[in-house]
């Protein structure tokens, strides 16, 4: 790859602005994509309402998104070679702003789909070309530092900060300032990047356009974006269409491999040379993981709180937000042990692992009666176990990868990580659903019309709405209803409790395998690849 630039090593104030205006620039610029791309976790109904839109109309607003993410983090090395990493990250920059700033006063659902799209595509190229560029810019000696400040803007705010302004936001004001609060980030960031002129003199090497192996990947992402995101509502495979987009998905995934594999050099939408590194072979399984612990977490730990604590949107948010800061105290510990006391990059690793499990388990004992104390210490351990995972992760994933490859090798680890979010956002969609299903078809079968126990539950509550005014027939068919509630309530904690239960297990079970895949890779791959 031809580079004209050199990386950072001077100290003095003035040569040192550019540098600390890319890193502010690259940090700040990439909120805008963590407050669009988890809107609708939070805004789902009020967007609804807003667009007048059903559920599957409004859904394709997700999965969409999603799909033209992955596409631009396959695209950016691409684009890196057309235009240049620094021209790529601004531009990027601009449709985002733009598109953010057009999603705030457009109502049109039709028009706010293709503003998605564009969110999604900025979004991926804003995430690759961001994180490319601090390694291209920056000397490999200051990466723990860099990339943990960058983390911030990249992993934390999306897994902690941003639940609670969407929930602010909603609870205060209105779904359009979601959209409209991501603008002065995207001016602040494109202002801040515009003054390091350093950035801009990172060349990327020209590479042919794929268009084949684009199509194949467009297929491929968008048919498996869709199934993952509408399978459980519809099913699962006793859907035709759920069928027909699983095997187009992997027709043109296994299309696309035959390419890479058998025209290597002019397949150029991956180049899967990158496996080659032990570090990156290691790296893009463990961030399969990493993505399914932490979207899959910020997934199910506001939904419980939604739907069993009866919490409003700004309560939710205000689960996760203490953890903002051990997550950063995470990472910044994680940056000084490998930085200034010379570890290896995957000494935190383990911690971050049982720091998780640990986390989930303590969630798994979680009622209907818990409150944000009873849950925060579980919730402070997750967000120091995340910060020890993803910046082990992503030092020993692409730090020892040759500038020709880091482009690839971060698209590769941004899908990696996207790709375990979602099936971890599926799997827990299913799983409590049908775990719903069955406790309370368990519970109801103890509870018989004509037992005792049922006969004086029904009577005591009776008997206590009567002598709050309740007429006497409506008051025994109220304490009916509030039981039956009662149990619907009782079956969706235990579900609950149990999707955080699985989430320890699915860690207990992964950490093996990984262990297993480092040691398989020890073999194979020589001593000067590895971490």
């Known amino acids: 790859m031809a580079n004209t630039s050199h990386p950072i090593e001077t100290t003095t104030a003035a040569s040192m602005a550019g540098p600390l205006f890319l890193l502010a620039g690259s940090t700040v610029i990439v909120l805008t994509d963590a407050l669009a791309g988890t809107a609708l976790s939070m805004a789902r109904l009020d967007m609804m309402g807003g667009t007048h839109a059903s559920a599957d109309e409004f859904a394709k607003l997700d999965y969409g998104y999603t799909t033209a993410k992955l596409i631009a983090f396959s695209l950016t090395p691409w684009l890196a070679g057309l235009l240049t990493l620094y021209r790529c990250v601004v531009m990027a920059g601009v449709v985002m702003t733009a598109a953010c700033f057009g999603a705030a006063h457009i109502n049109d659902l039709e028009l706010l789909f293709g503003l998605r799209l564009l969110q999604g595509m900025s979004g991926g190229v804003l995430l690759t070309g961001t994180q490319a560029l601090l390694f291209r810019s920056f000397t490999r000696k200051h990466q723990p530092v860099v990339q943990s400040i960058y983390a911030v803007g990249a992993v934390v705010a999306p897994a902690t900060l941003a639940p609670y302004m969407h929930g602010w936001l909603l609870d205060r004001i209105d779904w359009s300032f979601i959209f409209l609060w991501s603008v002065p980030f995207g001016i602040a960031g494109i202002a801040m990047l515009a003054l390091s002129p350093h950035s801009q003199e990172v060349q990327s090497k020209r590479v042919r356009f794929d268009l084949e192996g684009l199509l194949l990947f467009t297929v491929a992402a968008s048919s498996f974006t869709y199934v993952l995101n509408q399978g459980n509502r519809w099913d699962w495979f006793n859907d035709r269409t759920i069928v027909i987009a699983s095997a187009a998905g992997f027709a043109a995934l296994g299309l696309q491999l035959i390419r890479q594999f058998c025209d290597q050099p002019f397949a150029t939408i991956f180049n899967f040379t990158v496996f080659r590194n032990a570090n990156f072979a290691f790296g893009i399984v463990a961030s399969l993981a990493a993505g399914f612990a932490l979207l899959g977490s910020s997934f199910v730990i506001p939904s419980f709180a939604v739907s069993v604590l009866k919490m409003t949107p700004v309560a939710a948010g205000s689960l996760l937000l203490p953890s903002t800061l051990t997550f950063i105290g995470s990472l910044f ?122 006969i004086a539950r029904i009577g005591s509550v009776s008997r206590l709405l009567s002598n709050h005014g309740l007429e006497f027939d409506l008051a025994d068919k109220t304490a009916v209803s509030l039981i039956g509630k009662k149990v619907a309530l009782q079956a969706t904690t235990i579900a609950f409790d149990t999707a955080f239960f699985a989430i320890t297990i699915f860690f207990l079970a992964a950490a093996p395998c990984l262990i297993l895949w480092k040691i398989a890779l020890g073999r194979i791959h020589p001593a000067k690849d590895r971490a």
């Open 333 to 454: 510990l994680t940056a000084f042990l490998i930085q200034k006391l010379n570890l290896p990059g995957i000494v935190t690793v383990p911690f971050g692992i049982l720091g998780l499990m640990f986390a989930m388990w303590l969630l798994s004992a979680s009622s209907g009666d818990s409150g944000i104390t009873d849950m925060t210490p579980a919730i402070l351990i997750r967000g120091l176990a995340l910060g020890f995972l993803f910046l082990s992760i992503t030092l020993v994933t692409l730090m020892s990868l040759d500038e020709s490859l880091l482009l690839y090798g971060v698209a590769l680890f941004n899908i990696g990580r996207q790709v375990g979010g979602l099936v971890a956002i599926s799997f827990l969609q299913t799983f409590i659903e049908d775990q719903t299903a069955y406790n309370r078809a368990v519970l109801a079968a103890h509870i018989h019309p004509g037992s005792e126990e049922v």
